[in-house]
């Protein structure tokens, strides 16, 4: 079956844009990328003119665009929504290079008309397994507010970053909207509140583990054997079951090792590529981990220089209140005392 394909994800971090950036223009190596038709890969839409050899430029060109609006940024905005748009690769079997950026332009196409202006990179790979589109979307939301005094009636515009719109009923219309624009294809969408989630690396290997190593042959022979104790009693022999199902079962048997050559290259690189993204994480964790503890030794050794400034503060503190004692009790305590002492001061000066 031929599946429209739309995935999502919320972009928070800039560090996140430049990411997404490096992959997207191919600024790092990837084992699943074949560089040899990176040149095939084609931009449709880039309206921040970010200069695509550099991995930095898409997030300092957003800042900007960004602070021209006036922007007032939270610490929780979404900076960016990413997109990405494929089909089965059954769809893209024997379709012609022109037939591709036909079905692309068509992607571009939608999402122009669903998202505007805040459309800001659109680009197609096609040096991977299966062709397919990368779309970045601003999160910028331009409202306006009414103001009223002795003059008359203001309007005011504001902008700025939302992203509230995109949750669960938005993107499954969405994702229905995005499928019936492409039913020209022969495109269908997948099935609608389906529960599906993405599973864990570890998870995945065990899925991986699972599908390459199971013996099909063996839980085939437990069916037969189970439908004789359930169904047939004694009435049919075990051998008159297998005998009857045989052509059905080799079949079977034979898809399935079809299907496990076929798709076992595929699972080993795709298992391969999770690895390779699991260990820049662990990587990338070990450096947050180090930063941390920088800054917290940074912050201990703040405490204590603040510690040693209060102290001192304390006794400078201390010495005034011992001081100005002191200048009380060689006062005397009484006016004329004090007369008496400053006259034989003034005679000492002479």
């Given at each position: 079956?031929?599946?429209?394909?739309?995935?999502?994800?919320?972009?928070?971090?800039?560090s996140?844009?430049?990411?997404?950036?490096?992959?997207?223009f191919?600024?790092?190596?990837q084992?699943?990328?074949?560089s040899?038709?990176?040149?095939?890969?084609?931009?449709?839409?880039?309206?921040?003119?970010?200069?695509?050899?550099?991995?930095?430029?898409?997030?300092?060109?957003?800042?900007?665009?960004?602070?021209?609006l006036?922007?007032?940024?939270?610490?929780?905005?979404?900076?960016?929504?990413?997109?990405?748009?494929?089909?089965?690769?059954?769809?893209?079997?024997?379709?012609?290079?022109?037939?591709?950026?036909?079905?692309a332009?068509?992607?571009?196409?939608?999402?122009?008309?669903?998202?505007?202006?805040?459309l800001?990179?659109?680009?197609?790979?096609?040096?991977?397994k299966?062709p397919?589109?990368?779309?970045?979307?601003?999160t910028?939301?331009?409202?306006?507010k009414?103001?009223?005094?002795?003059?008359?009636?203001?309007?005011?515009?504001?902008?700025?970053?939302?992203?509230?719109?995109?949750d669960?009923d938005?993107?499954?219309?969405?994702?229905?909207?995005?499928?019936?624009?492409?039913?020209?294809?022969g495109?269908?969408?997948?099935?609608?509140?389906?529960?599906?989630?993405?599973?864990?690396?570890?998870?995945?290997?065990?899925?991986?583990?699972?599908?390459?190593?199971?013996?099909?042959?063996?839980?085939?022979?437990?069916?037969?054997?189970s439908?004789?104790?359930?169904?047939?009693?004694?009435?049919v022999?075990?051998?008159?079951?297998?005998e009857?199902?045989?052509?059905?079962?080799?079949?079977?048997?034979?898809?399935?090792?079809?299907?496990?050559e076929?798709?076992?290259?595929?699972?080993?690189?795709?298992?391969?590529?999770?690895?390779?993204?699991?260990?820049?994480?662990?990587?990338?964790?070990?450096?947050?981990?180090?930063?941390?503890?920088?800054?917290?030794?940074?912050?201990?050794?703040?405490?204590?220089?603040?510690?040693?400034?209060?102290?001192?503060?304390?006794?400078?503190?201390k010495?005034?209140?011992?001081?100005?004692?002191?200048?009380?009790?060689?006062?005397?305590?009484?006016?004329?005392k004090?007369?008496?002492?400053?006259?034989?001061?003034q005679?000492?000066?002479?």
């Open positions: 079956m031929n599946n429209n394909i739309l995935r999502t994800e919320k972009v928070k971090s800039r996140q844009i430049t990411q997404a950036a490096e992959h997207n191919r600024l790092r190596d084992n699943n990328i074949d040899n038709r990176s040149h095939l890969n084609k931009i449709f839409v880039n309206t921040l003119n970010v200069d695509t050899k550099k991995s930095s430029d898409l997030q300092e060109k957003l800042t900007s665009f960004y602070q021209s006036d922007i007032k940024e939270k610490k929780d905005n979404v900076l960016m929504m990413e997109f990405v748009v494929s089909a089965s690769p059954e769809f893209f079997e024997k379709k012609s290079a022109k037939q591709i950026d036909e079905w332009a068509h992607q571009v196409e939608f999402f122009k008309k669903e998202f505007g202006e805040q800001k990179i659109a680009i197609l790979h096609l040096d991977e299966t397919h589109l990368h779309f970045m979307i601003g910028e939301i331009k409202s306006v009414k103001y009223r005094n002795q003059k008359g009636e203001f309007f005011k515009e504001t902008w700025s970053l939302n992203a509230k719109r995109y669960p938005f993107l499954s219309a969405l994702h229905t909207r995005h499928a019936d624009w492409n039913k020209k294809f495109l269908k969408r997948g099935v609608k509140g389906s529960m599906r989630k993405h599973k864990s690396l570890k998870e995945f290997y065990a899925m991986v583990d699972k599908a390459l190593n199971s013996d099909y042959a063996k839980q085939i022979e437990k069916s037969i054997e439908l004789e104790t359930s169904f047939f009693s004694n009435k022999s075990i051998e008159e079951v297998r009857k199902f045989k052509p059905i079962l080799n079949n079977v048997l034979k898809q399935n090792k079809a299907l496990r076929k798709y076992a290259l595929d699972i080993k690189q795709w298992a391969e590529d999770l690895s390779k993204r699991d260990a820049e994480l662990k990587e990338k964790e070990e450096v947050l981990k180090q930063r941390n503890e920088v800054y917290a030794d940074a912050i201990n050794r703040a405490i204590v220089d603040a510690q040693l400034i209060q102290e001192q503060q304390n006794i400078i503190k010495l005034k209140e011992e001081n100005s004692t002191l200048l009380h009790k060689l006062g005397g305590g009484d006016l004329a004090k007369s008496t002492l400053k006259s034989t001061s005679k000492v000066k002479l």
